[in-house]
């Protein structure tokens, strides 16, 4: 009912920028909070970043100075921008989103499938 699908991954040289997008879709009444979250081969997923339908933010330490997260909240679309890319930036990134299906019950978590940035040396 619910559907989240990113977009905007790729192959791309150290250095280098890429934009991530996330859009929602679905029975959606509103969105709190949407953001995005990486995980490596071997590796635990970890936040990469988050932001609030009010527009706060945050960002894993790794990544601040480098990475914005923004939103455009009446498309249900969150993107990423991500610049000065590293290798250690080489992972899956994940979409998420807490959302309000129906206005008197609590918010649930939804996940897109995952969309892959490699970054080269």
């Known amino acids: 009912q619910v559907q989240l699908v990113e977009s905007g991954g790729g192959l791309v040289q150290a250095g280098g920028s890429l934009r991530l997008s996330c859009v929602a879709s679905g029975s959606i009444v509103s969105i709190s909070a949407m953001g995005w979250y990486r995980q490596a081969p071997g590796k635990q997923r970890e936040l990469v970043a988050a932001i609030t339908s009010g527009g706060s933010t945050n960002y894993a330490d790794s990544v601040k100075g480098r990475f914005t997260i923004s939103r455009d909240n009446a498309d249900n679309t969150v993107y990423l921008q991500m610049n000065s890319l590293k290798p250690e930036d080489t992972a899956v990134y994940y979409c998420?989103?807490?959302?309000?299906?129906?206005?008197?019950?609590?918010?649930?978590?939804?996940w897109g499938q995952g969309t892959q940035v490699t970054v080269s040396s």
């Open positions: 998420n989103a807490e959302i309000i299906k129906v206005l008197t019950l609590p918010p649930k978590n939804y």
